[in-house]
């Protein structure tokens, strides 16, 4: 069990520029999610994929954010013209049909 | 839709003693699960305990134990002999008990707690 990886650990790029990320899930795992969190905060829900499906989208992702789960297996999220407001912490997490989700070591975006 | 609160910004706690961490949420469903999740600093969320609402009995996990008071809404982490590797991040977070509809198992969580343990 290799457990949820994600790439890249860090990110810092300029205002305006488009940041790609990406989640490999425990392979398994049909169900994936993607949350961000701002320093202090919890993690808030961004998005949920069955397989290849996108079922659910919270309104915190603005047009400007895109998330695909090709084939099911590893998930990509893109923000195009980043935002200093877009500065988190972008974690992924998997779970099969247990209630218990497993988190990757995120994504830390910093936007200057 | 379901909040979850945690007042507690920071805590701490001697090596060795025992700290209670709170946690109420609101909702209007009956089924639902409970967790506490831990997150040291700069790693990765991992589960401490999971309480699924229906169950009567207070989940325990070695030195974790929940206070789960399901008409108080109120859902608490007691730690036992606490040990250094407890200093992280405490979430406590709440998940509808039906998968599917709206909801598809996705979390909310609570502001978080900081957990300082001193030697």
């Known amino acids: 069990d290799t457990g949820v990886s994600q790439n890249p650990r860090h990110k810092i790029t300029k205002r305006g520029q488009n940041v790609t990320f990406r989640c490999d899930p425990i392979?398994?795992?049909?169900?994936l999610y993607w949350y961000r969190q701002t320093l202090g905060q919890g993690p808030e829900f961004l998005t949920y994929f069955q397989n290849e499906a996108q079922l659910e989208k919270s309104r915190l992702l603005s047009d400007r954010f895109s998330a695909e789960r090709p084939k099911g297996s590893f998930s990509t999220l893109e923000i195009q013209r980043t935002e200093q407001g877009d500065s988190a912490m972008y974690l992924c997490a998997s779970r099969q049909t247990g209630p218990e989700q497993f988190f990757g070591p995120g994504t830390r975006l910093t936007v200057l | 839709a379901q909040t979850v609160t945690q007042s507690q910004p920071e805590m701490s706690v001697q090596e060795a003693e025992t700290v209670t961490l709170s946690c109420t949420y609101d909702t209007s469903e009956s089924d639902y699960y409970l967790f506490w999740y831990k997150q040291p600093p700069s790693r990765q969320m991992i589960l401490v305990i999971r309480q699924e609402a229906y169950k009567q009995q207070n989940a325990t996990e070695n030195r974790f134990s929940v206070n789960f008071q399901k008409a108080a809404k109120s859902f608490s982490l007691k730690i036992s002999d606490s040990q250094l590797g407890d200093a992280a991040m405490y979430f406590c977070?709440?998940?509808?008990?039906?998968?599917?509809?709206?909801?598809?198992?996705?979390?909310?969580f609570g502001q978080g707690t900081i957990l300082t343990v001193h030697p």
């Open positions: 977070a709440y998940r509808s008990y039906n998968a599917g509809g709206t909801s598809y198992g996705k979390l909310t």
């Open positions: 392979s398994e795992h049909n169900r």
